[in-house]
């Protein structure tokens, strides 16, 4: 399983990178696995903003849908566009597909996530 250290992750299993105030998010590696071949992905619109914990699209595979949940709060200012006629690239490589960028509108909000050795042992909890 790849975890990537230096990213952010939710319970339940997004992740975040952060640059400046701006969060690249996508799904964890754990979570891709769980969902098996991924067929489609429900993309939110650029400028669209979001609370915290709010689903801003969905995910379909063969065995189950999943809403997507953003990490901490803020409005797209990037979809992942190539996630639309090849949504299996998540399944390839979870981390180098990010599904959006955001502008983080609070970034203390990022305190209320785990760093990778707190989101390993979460997963282990629930294998």
């Known amino acids: 399983m790849k975890i990537m250290e230096g990213y952010y992750y939710t319970k339940e299993h997004e992740w975040?990178?952060?640059k400046g105030n701006v969060g690249t998010i996508g799904i964890s590696d754990y979570a891709q696995h769980a969902l098996g071949d991924?067929?489609?992905?429900?993309?939110?619109?650029e400028e669209e903003s979001f609370d915290r914990g709010?689903?801003?699209?969905?995910?379909?595979?063969?065995?189950?849908a999943s809403d997507t949940y953003l990490p901490v709060g803020g409005t797209v200012i990037e979809i992942n566009e190539s996630l639309e006629d090849e949504p299996g690239l998540i399944n390839?490589?979870?981390?180098?597909?990010?599904i959006v960028k955001i502008?983080?509108?609070?970034?203390?909000?990022?305190?209320?996530l785990m760093d990778s050795a707190e989101y390993e042992a979460h997963i282990s909890e629930e294998e």
Not at 92 to 98: F, K, P, Q, R
Not at 103 to 112: C, G, T, V
């Open 38 to 45: 991924i067929v489609f992905v429900d993309l939110p619109e």
């Open 103 to 112: 502008e983080i509108a609070d970034l203390s909000e990022l305190d209320e």
């Open 92 to 98: 390839v490589d979870c981390y180098e597909n990010w």
């Open 16 to 18: 975040i990178s952060v």
């Open 54 to 64: 709010e689903a801003f699209g969905a995910i379909e595979s063969v065995k189950a």
